[in-house]
């Protein structure tokens, strides 16, 4: 998919062609965070040249932090609670591999968007990195497979033993969050629904507040835990 030219930067934000007229849209601050100065250099210079991103020395507030790692050792998870952790910064990881056992921490200390390194392109990096900035989802194919697996184990063990009652869900929350580990959109999602977008985003909000989840993939993660979907 070919992307749109390049626009001079202007006050955080570029200017993209639609239908003849100008549109402002906000450009998404990235810092990227690397183990070692040759990863760091090689994401750098793929994101650079991206209009939809703008690059930051530091994370932060209202910052994607895109962390990559070959593997995740204990080093590395720290790294990652602390960014991920962070107030206002969500989290991109570029990643070349993942243990079943890391999976669900990875995704329930706040990361919602994960990259294999072998994949990481230019066009794929943006991609992962515009669904960090709107609180969604993006997992490998592969990756998504092997959460629902790891949460359906967790659940289907943890189904005899006692404790806390759920908050529970209701069954618009569960429609959304279904449609959601199918890997839809806002827009996909409220048309399969006859929602509007500004009710499935406020369905996600609510739920996620509710429960005190970090992000559309940390919902995920709980409905299949608690055996909704």
């Known amino acids: 998919m ?7 930067h202007t006050g955080g934000t570029s200017r993209t062609p639609h239908t003849g007229v ?8 990235v810092s ?12 750098v210079s793929q994101l650079r040249a991206r209009p939809e991103v703008e690059l930051r020395e530091e994370y932060g507030h209202e910052t994607v932090a895109l962390l990559i790692e070959d593997t995740l050792d204990e080093a590395a998870l720290a790294r990652l ?21 890391e999976l669900l921490d990875v995704i329930e200390c706040g990361v919602g968007a994960i990259v294999w390194r072998r994949e990481a392109t230019a066009h794929r990096l943006v991609q992962a990195v515009l669904a960090a900035a709107r609180g969604e989802g993006d997992l490998p194919a592969d990756l998504l497979g092997r959460l629902i697996s790891q949460v359906g184990t967790l659940h289907r063990g943890a189904a005899n033993r006692p404790g806390a009652p759920s908050l529970g869900l209701a069954s618009r929350e569960v429609d959304v969050l279904r449609l959601v580990a199918e890997g839809l959109d ?21 739920l996620t507040t509710r429960l005190h989840l970090r992000n559309r993939a940390h919902a995920v993660a709980y409905a299949l835990r608690e055996g909704y979907i």
């Open 22 to 29: 100008g549109t402002v849209r906000r450009r998404i601050a």
């Open 186 to 206: 806002t827009g996909e999602i409220a048309s399969k629904l006859s929602y509007s977008e500004r009710t499935v985003k406020n369905v996600m909000h609510g």
């Open 2 to 8: 070919l992307s749109a030219p390049r626009t001079p």
């Open 32 to 43: 990227v965070q690397a183990p070692d100065p040759l990863s760091r250099e090689g994401a």
């Open 81 to 101: 609670r602390r960014i991920a952790r962070s107030e206002g910064s969500r989290a991109v990881l570029v990643v070349g591999t993942i243990r079943e056992n």
